[in-house]
T-cell receptor, first 115, second 111 residues
């Protein structure tokens, strides 16, 4: 099974709201990722967690705050977002990072609209 | 800096009309090249990983090939359900985590 699940599927939030996106995988993968994708563009990497520790933050604004409670779960906490943050947010996981080239498996995404 | 260029941007095919998508890449030491399929509003679906020049992989009507400078995704006798955006991504040996994506090729197959 190569399934990554994400909730919610859709989210509409005001600029003063606080919300969270959730991601779960049960493939025993040790690396998890958050991506942002705008319409007709490829995914852009935001964060990488490797063995539950934040490995990479691609200079993402602090209004996005990731959290990895355990090896199967990944959250993205949102606060004081701007309308330009509206996008499809994708979670992905892979067996690991480094060494061999591990394919990343993506979830269905959360469509976020900031009003 | 790693670069990935996909062509064409869009491809319209008649059902059964075979064609190929191109992914040209520049990377300082290739660790892996990946092909994904993405339907509108959904996450990318993993298709293939290619590691070295000369390697080929097949899945149903899709066949991916790799040279030292480019990869091709061949679609044989496509069906309307093959309509999607196909993304190519590379990972460099110097990089443990990051995929560099191309802009994608949007394929539309008409019945």
């Amino acid at each position: 099974d190569t399934e990554v699940t994400q909730t919610p599927k859709h989210l509409v939030m005001g600029m003063t709201n606080k919300k969270s996106l959730k991601c779960e995988q049960h493939m025993g993968h040790r690396a998890m990722y958050w991506y942002k994708q705008k319409a007709k563009k490829p995914p852009e990497l935001m964060f990488v967690y490797s063995y539950e520790k934040l490995s990479i933050n691609e200079s993402v604004p602090s209004r996005f705050s990731p959290e990895c409670p355990n090896s199967s779960l990944l959250n993205l906490h949102l606060h004081a977002l701007q309308p330009e943050d509206s996008a499809l947010y994708l979670c992905a996981s892979s067996q690991g990072t480094g060494g061999l080239s591990y394919e990343q498996y993506f979830g269905p995404g959360t469509r976020l609209t900031v009003t | 800096e790693d670069q990935v260029t996909q062509s064409p941007e869009a491809l319209r095919l008649q059902e059964g009309e075979s064609s190929s998508l191109n992914c040209s890449y520049t990377v300082s030491g290739l660790r892996g090249l990946f092909w994904y399929r993405q339907d509108p509003g959904k996450g990318p679906e993993f298709l293939f990983t290619l590691y070295s020049a000369g390697e080929e992989k097949e899945k149903e009507r899709l066949k991916a090939t790799l040279t030292k400078k480019e990869s091709f995704l061949h679609i044989t006798a496509p069906k309307p359900e093959d309509s999607a955006t196909y993304l190519c991504a590379v990972q460099a040996r110097s990089n443990d985590y990051k995929l560099s994506f191309g802009a994608g090729t949007t394929v539309t197959v008409r019945a």
